[in-house]
């Protein structure tokens, strides 16, 4: 398989100096251009540019000599690092200082985008019948979109089945938090396979109920019990917040309850 991928360049840092900083030079071996090499990898076959010095001293440890396999490690980082928020450019940064490896930005998304049938694979897989309680939430992120940061709702919705296991059912991602949107998620998991719900547990978004109850009728709704507390302190003085949480929690936590 050909790839359309740009180089990667490998970066000589054994010789104690900068490219160019002859100044702080204090060996006799120097620079000697660079030798290209083709890799296989997950991803294609990539170009790769490896340096050269004159005395032949230079080792690469990333890619050593005679190596044709790219690691598999780089490429798990730079997901790794993905998945944990950076964007490319910072992923390029640290992938050099690491590895000594430069890459552009399209390359680090290549990396990543290897990741998006699995996602993909999992928001389509099928669920169970009936579940015991679903709880309904979203959350709000400030994400970068086309040059500039927008805000995104995730609507997440994780049910306990009639086992008592606890599963994530799914995440979408809309530009708000709606009832309309919540419709269409109760349907995409109608469409998955669920065919009812026990117990909703959701917030006190306007007009949920009737979002709920469109495509599941008979489903029990039950505020968030994080939503209540929230809704309570809003009628309780600052100075007894604190006991009154105190409170809140025991009952809460308790077990049993006459």
Sequence with gaps: MTSKWPKFRLTLTNLGYSKYDYKNKSTDNSRNGYSSKTMSSSYGDIAIDV????????????????QTVLP???????????AKGMSTGDIETHVKDLYGVEMSDSTVSRITDKV?????????????PL???????????????????????????????????????????????SANFWTSVMNDMKNRGV???????????????????????????????????RNTTKFVSYKDLKSLMADLKKVCRTKFRK
């Design 51 to 66: 340096p050269r010095d004159r005395n032949g001293e230079f080792e690469p440890q990333l890619i050593q000599k005679h």
């Design 131 to 177: 579940y015991a309680v679903v709880f309904m939430d979203a959350i709000h992120f400030h994400v970068r979109s086309e040059g500039r940061i927008i805000k995104k709702a995730v609507y997440i919705a994780i049910g306990i089945n009639m086992e008592g296991f606890r599963e994530a059912l799914g995440m979408w991602i809309g530009e708000n938090e």
């Design 195 to 229: 065919q009812d719900i026990l117990i909703a547990c959701v917030d006190g978004l306007t007009r949920f109920p009737t979002a709920i109850a469109a495509v599941y009728p008979a489903t029990e709704l039950q505020q968030c019990i994080i939503h209540q507390i």
């Design 116 to 128: 998006l049938p699995m996602v993909k694979d999992w928001q389509s897989r099928p669920l169970e």
């Design 72 to 82: 598999k490690d780089i490429e798990e980082k730079i997901i790794s690092m993905y």
